[in-house]
């Protein structure tokens, strides 16, 4: 471990300036210095973001949740049952230390050091909560720490939200996802790789890769649509998501209980050092939940779901069907053959922002064409433009070596950012 030299003090107390927010940008672009303001429109920023703009679409929903496939019963009936000592136990111990607590200022190692005086009555309190339909404080409380981004920092939207939960509810949450985990892989699409046991994102990166390669080489038209998501895990709306839950056959047992986690939920803007009132959170999944991952897999999956169906996307030599996605969490990728697949395309995610109050935004969304197009490339929506050199996808340039060398930029400027501290 590093020793607390003035180097490091000095390098921590750089940080704590920079996290503190002198002005900010007021909604309609003024400056705003008065800190009690300032503190307002911080506030104002997030609990508007977290304000549910669902409105129940019978029919559109269930033009996007019908034919779903279905959980099977073995795996509804071990998602069942109250909780037990040794899932939580399980679930504490695979944990890391030295994170920041949540709002109770209880740690990891506090519970590893008391679990055998802590445990049952843990384990009562979670099961009673669920059974009763309502979570303490502890547990639906969180604190929201704002981070610098890139960009200027007096718009709020260049400071990074991170979350900081409770380590009882990350214990409680960590044991159900557990039991979901064994169950999301009969759901979700082998297409999207995130938060599947056994699914890496180091797939989508190869099969990007491979599909660019034997379509240049083989002379192949082939489109790419990468789809900016705009907040895509704040904008996860609950009735939404457990509407989509019943669809795929998830027992009404266990979404009760997921439903439990997130009744009456709110979060605590930590702001210049100090706490501002809490404001009551309505949409989104949780940060630092072990079962967000999968709750927005599960969310995103009925798009995914008819882009599948609808669009005839890629037909390679040797490939057994056709290719239509490559998805990490919300980082979609979709192949496109020519004007038709690019027009239901639209169609569909405008016809799903309308069902889910999920929001795509085309004017960050990126498309990489390959091949010669002699009929001319599809017109793309909201004036965006197809590249021909490459592309960057989960970190990764992909393309021709022009860009696939960026790759190696990167890593020289951070291995000389290293040096030169």
């Avoid at 109050?357 to 990126?366: F, H």
């Amino acid at each position: 471990m590093d020793a607390p030299t003035s180097f490091f003090f000095g390098l921590e107390k750089k940080n704590g300036q920079r996290r503190v927010i002198h002005s900010l940008l007021s909604g309609t672009g003024q400056e705003i210095t008065e800190p009690s303001q300032i503190r307002r429109r911080a506030v104002s920023f997030y609990s508007t973001l977290y304000t549910s703009e669902y409105e129940e679409g019978e029919t559109l929903s269930e033009g996007f949740c019908n034919g779903l496939p279905q959980v099977s019963e073995e795996a509804n009936s071990q998602l069942e049952g109250p909780l037990t000592i040794q899932e939580l136990q399980t679930a504490l111990q695979g944990m890391q230390g030295r994170r920041a607590p949540g709002i109770d200022g209880l740690s990891v190692e506090f519970y590893k050091a008391y679990w055998d005086v802590l445990s049952h009555d843990l384990l009562d309190v979670f099961n009673e909560s669920l059974a009763s339909g309502s979570m303490p404080v502890s547990c639906r409380r969180a604190v929201i720490t704002l981070l610098p981004k890139k960009g200027n920092l007096q718009d709020i939207k260049n400071w990074r939200p991170v979350s900081l939960l409770c380590v009882d509810y990350k214990i409680l949450s960590k044991a159900l996802a557990t039991r979901l985990g064994k169950a999301v892989e009969q759901v979700i699409h082998r297409d999207q790789t995130y938060c599947v046991p056994g699914r890496s994102m180091v797939d989508n990166v190869h099969l990007i890769r491979d599909v660019l390669e034997v379509s240049s080489s083989l002379g192949i038209n082939t489109g790419l649509i990468s789809l900016d998501q705009e907040k895509a895990f704040d904008r996860v709306e609950h009735s939404f998501l457990w509407k989509v839950m019943e669809k795929f056959g998830f027992s009404a047992g266990f979404i009760a209980k997921i439903k439990v986690l997130y009744n009456k939920i709110e979060s605590v803007l930590k702001f210049n050092g100090g706490l501002c009132a809490p404001f009551r959170v309505c949409r989104g999944v949780r940060q630092g939940c072990a079962l967000s991952g999968m709750l927005y897999a599960l969310s995103l999956e009925p798009l995914l779901s008819k882009i599948r169906s609808k669009l005839q996307g890629l037909f390679l030599p040797g490939l057994n069907g056709n290719m239509v996605l490559s998805v990490y969490a919300d980082d979609v990728v979709v192949f496109v053959r020519d004007q038709k697949d690019t027009d239901i395309l639209v169609d569909i995610v405008r016809d799903f922002s309308s069902a889910s109050a999920a929001r795509v935004n085309w004017k960050k969304s990126e498309a990489l064409a390959v091949g010669e197009w002699s009929g001319g490339l599809p017109v793309l929506p909201q004036s965006m433009v197809w590249k021909k050199d490459g592309f960057k996808y989960l970190g990764v340039f992909l393309g021709k070596e022009i860009v696939v060398l960026k790759n190696w930029e990167d890593v020289i400027e951070k291995i000389e950012g290293k040096l030169s501290k």
